[in-house]
Each structure stands twice: as C-alpha cells, then as structure tokens.
C-alpha cells in the first residue's frame, strides 16, 4: 500500500534540478571547484610525505663537485674532508655512480634516461658523528676550490617543508573559501527552488505530507549536487596530477614526484565525494531551514 | 456520544492586539452540515483554520476527533490534515499537473504508491463528474471545474471532515449550487462537512445548521436555518 519514499523523492528530486538546471549547474561548478582545491591539497600532502623518506634515506651532507674536477683535486678533496672534525664517514660517488644510482632510482622508468648524457656531477658525501658538526662542516665544505655546492638534509628538508606547507595552506585555504561559497551557492539554488514551489508546499502540507516528504527531494537534490560536484572535483584533480606528473616526469626525471595508484585516486575520490555531500546536504539544509521553518 | 469537534471557549488574537474569535464555543457531531456565517471581518476563515490547525487558539480548546490540537505536536499535524479534506475560494491547484495529477498528488505526497493511487482518482473524478476532463490543465477549465477538481482532491481519502471556506467565492450562482449540490453528496456519503460561505440564496435554500459569527462571537446556532434570522 505505501509508495516507497525512495521512489517519490527520486522523482520528484529529479524534477527540481532540472527545473532550476542554470543554478543546479552553477552549485555543482562551486562544489567541485572547492573539491578540486582539497584533491590539489592531498596531493601534495602525499607528495611531501613521500618526499621525506626519500630525504631521509640520504647521506646527512652532500658535495657536488665542479663538472670539470680533475681526479687529483677530487683525491685531495676527499683527504681535506676526512681531515674535518666531527666528521665520521666520507664516501666519494664518481659521476657514473651517481648515474646509475638515478637508473636504480627510476627503476621501470629507466629507459628516459637511454641516450641521455650523464648530466650528474660526481660527490663527496659524508656524515657527522653529531647534529651540531654539520653547518661547521658544510662552512668548510664550501669554501674547497672544487666544491661547487653543498646540500645537506635539514636545509632541504626544510626548504621542502617550507615550500609544502605553504602551497597546503593555500591549498586548504582555497577548499575552505570555495568550500563555503559552494555551500551558499547550493542554499541559494535551494532557496530558489522553494520559492519556485511556494504554492506546491502549502499544498502538500494542506493535504497532510509529512516533513520527510517536504523537505526530501529538496536535502536529496542537495546531495545529488554535492556528489557530482565530488566527482567533478576528483576527476579534475587526478585527472590534471595524472597529466602534470607524465609530462613533468619526461622533463624532470630528478624530481621525486609520486605516482598515483588506483587505490590511492579511488581514495581521494571516496574523500572528495563524501565532503561535497557534506556540503551539499549542509548547502541545503541551512536554507531549508531559514526559508522553510520546518 | 460526543462531538466529532468540539469547540470550547476559543479565543484567537492575531498579533496586533485583533481578536478575530471571543470565547467561542460549539459542537459539531458526525455526519452533521454546518454553514458558518457573518459579515466580513466576523471571524469564519479564522476558526475554520482553526481546525484544521493552520491558526492555534490564543485560549481554549479545539478538540477534532478526540484529538486536542492545542495540545498537538507538529508531527502529528500531518497525519490530523489526512483525516481533513480543505477547499478555497481560489482553488489552490497546481497549474502544472493534470486533473488526474493535482488529485494524485494528495496521495503521492502522503505515501500512496502509483497504482492505488491511480483506482483512487479515477473514482473520485468520476463522482464529481471530472472522468472525461482528466488530462486537462487547470487553465483548460472552467471555474466549476476547477473546484469540482480541488474537491475531488479533498475527497479523495476519504475524509472525515470537509471543510471549505467560501467555496463558490469566484462562482455564478448556477455554478454554486452544483458544487453545493457535490459537497452535499459528499455529506450523505457520512463525511462531515464544514463550510464558511456569503452564499445567501444556498443556505436559504438548503436548510441546514447555521452558525453566525458577529464580531468574533455566535450571535445564532440553528438546525435548519436560513442566512438571516
Ligand atoms: N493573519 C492575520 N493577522 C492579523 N489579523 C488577521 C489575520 N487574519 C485575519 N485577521 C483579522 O481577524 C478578523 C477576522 O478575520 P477572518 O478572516 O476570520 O474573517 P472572515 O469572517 O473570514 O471574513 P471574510 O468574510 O471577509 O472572509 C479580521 O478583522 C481580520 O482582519
Ligand atoms: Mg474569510
């Protein structure tokens, strides 16, 4: 005897996107602007967490040596560093190890390098017995004639920090801005619908609908623009890393940069989706709630 | 037995300070016909919402049922306006469905599925006399029509009470005294019928219980009785 609730409301929420289809269109555009933006901000968390390990599996200091060093000026180089104190190890790494240490790193993806002249200088790495040795070290380091720079982990590792956190903030700040303007926008399409049915509600409350099938169609037409929002966020999102880290991955080869596996983009869709229904059903909850007094 | 609605000395101020109703009280047993009359301003639509709880009481008691609506809780609102078919002056349909469809709707928002719905209608049309007209638009129809249509909807659960406030408001006396003659019908059927009209020549002509309001109090109660004393 009893019409399924999940019936009526597919119907009738169907009918009230696209009755409003110019507005539905514009909530779904916001929300997966601002899903976009939190699919950008995971990403590169990600990034930055693979950054670091591979940070860490590296030497505390390395020395790139001038391309031009001489096997003599490399040889005394390496006696001067042994000679510093608070230095424990020093290992010198000829261009060709550097190399194919890069084709180990690249593993599957060695073949971009085929052809391609050794571009890597060869180094002098070394590690200190104790945290505070390593800037006196690196000083003198840097002032050998052969010396063309000096990395060593805490500087890059904070200049990657420094750089990650910065784009995450701007990142989840942009989700957060977007993010509330999705919900406005979303109210606002929800408020129009109500006033287009202003005439149809006060009917159906005449006639004895509950609240359930009031308010229904209009929190699930919310929903509905939330999730596609969601998915619309997530497909540009992976969709644009997918791009930049094949293309950049041909150009840059050196930069770690981590590739997406399915699990991983199913994931951030799974996030992105549930966040734009989250703001979907809040988007038209808070509206349903100022212009409908239910 | 007691009333189906009870009544029991209801005040209705709207805020503003008016006092459209001042200590009314009345009984309506089931089955019964009631015109309520008065001048404009007297206070009908006023308690007519009442009881079906559009308006609440600022004083008193408005009992439908065995229900206290005073003391109702919103959720159960619902499930009173079930029990309660309503009609306007203006109709109040929606332009963009059928006949078939505005009728439908009434069960299509309260939980009925398509095929019972459906059995429902098309009795209900063809009692008011609306079986051929049913794919038409609201706009297609004559004022008649279209409150035979808004009828057919209040009807169409089968309701205990049928209220309506000046029905035949926007109708030609000929016009009226069919819908009249419908709600009449409808009446005999056992539903109770509540309605709030200006329509002299009808409540002179039906002879049925008059209730006159006058300033937001009953000046007259009787059984078979005309517009005036
Ligand atoms: N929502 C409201 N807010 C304030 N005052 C109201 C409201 N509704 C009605 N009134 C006032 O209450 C009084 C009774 O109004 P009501 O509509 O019940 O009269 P009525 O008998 O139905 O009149 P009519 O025959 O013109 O329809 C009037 O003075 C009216 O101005
Ligand atoms: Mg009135």
Redesign the interface.
């Known amino acids: 005897m009893r019409y399924t609730l999940v019936g009526y409301l597919v119907s009738e929420t169907h009918k009230s996107i696209w009755r409003n289809r110019m507005s539905s269109f514009l909530s779904c555009g916001t929300t997966a602007l601002a899903l976009f933006l939190l699919g950008v901000a995971i990403v590169i968390s990600l990034n930055l967490q693979y950054i670091f390990t591979d940070v860490q599996s590296q030497p505390e200091i390395q020395a790139y040596l001038k391309m031009e060093t001489t096997d003599q000026e490399a040889v005394s180089a390496l006696k001067a560093c042994e000679a510093m104190n608070g230095v424990a190890e020093v290992r010198f790494v000829s261009k060709e190890e550097a190399f194919s240490e890069l084709r180990e790193m690249f593993q599957d993806k060695a073949a971009v390098l085929e052809g391609i002249e050794n571009p890597l200088p060869a180094s002098i790495r070394l590690t200190t017995f104790r945290a505070e040795d390593v800037p006196g070290v690196v000083e003198q380091l840097k002032v050998l004639p052969c010396v063309e720079d000096v990395i060593y982990q805490e500087e890059a590792s904070r200049n990657l920090a420094v750089l990650g956190r910065v784009s995450q903030a701007l990142s989840l700040g942009g989700t957060v801005i977007v993010g509330l303007v999705a919900i406005t926008v979303i109210g606002n399409t929800t408020r129009m619908t109500i006033e287009a049915r202003r005439h149809e509600i006060a009917i159906m409350k005449l006639v004895g609908a509950t609240d359930g099938f009031v308010v229904g169609p209009f929190v699930l037409a919310g929903i509905v623009l939330g999730m596609f929002g969601g998915l619309l966020g997530a497909g540009l999102s992976i969709g644009l890393y997918n791009y930049l880290t094949t293309s950049l991955g041909s150009i840059l080869p050196f930069i770690p940069i981590l590739s997406l596996t399915r699990d991983t983009a199913l994931n951030i869709t799974g996030i992105l989706v549930l966040t734009g229904v989250a703001v979907g059903t809040l988007g038209s909850a808070l509206s349903l709630r100022r212009h409908l007094k239910v | 037995m007691t009333a189906l609605i009870q009544v029991r000395d209801v005040s209705k101020a709207y805020p503003g300070g008016m006092l459209a109703l001042n200590r009314v009280s009345l009984d309506i047993r089931k089955g019964e016909f009631v015109f309520i009359v008065g001048q404009s301003g007297a206070g009908k639509s006023t308690l007519i919402k009442l009881l079906?709880r559009e308006e609440v009481p600022t004083e008193g008691r408005v009992i439908v049922a065995g229900k206290d609506l005073t003391r109702m809780r919103r959720?159960e609102v619902?499930?009173?306006?079930?029990r309660i078919g309503?009609v306007f002056q203006d109709f109040?349909l929606?332009a963009d469905r059928t006949v078939a469809e505005n009728v439908e709707?009434?069960l299509?928002?309260?939980?009925?599925?398509?095929r019972?719905?459906k059995k429902a209608v098309a009795q209900v049309l063809s009692m008011v006399g609306l079986r051929s007209r049913h794919s038409a638009y609201p706009g297609e129809l004559s004022g008649g029509e279209q409150q035979r249509v808004a009828i057919a909807?209040s009807l169409v659960?089968n309701p205990d009470i049928l209220i309506a406030d000046e029905p035949t408001g926007n109708l030609d006396p000929d016009t009226s005294m069919e819908i009249f003659r419908l709600i009449e019908r409808a009446n005999r059927y056992g539903t109770t019928v509540v309605v709030a009209t200006h329509a002299r020549h009808i409540v002179d002509a039906m002879r049925k219980r008059v209730i006159e309001l006058r300033r937001g109090t009953v000046v007259r109660d009787v059984r078979r009785g005309a517009y005036d004393d």
Do not use: E, I, K, S
């Open positions: 079906y959720l619902p499930f009173l306006r079930r309503v109040r929606l709707f009434a299509r928002v309260t939980g009925f599925n398509g019972d719905a909807r659960r």
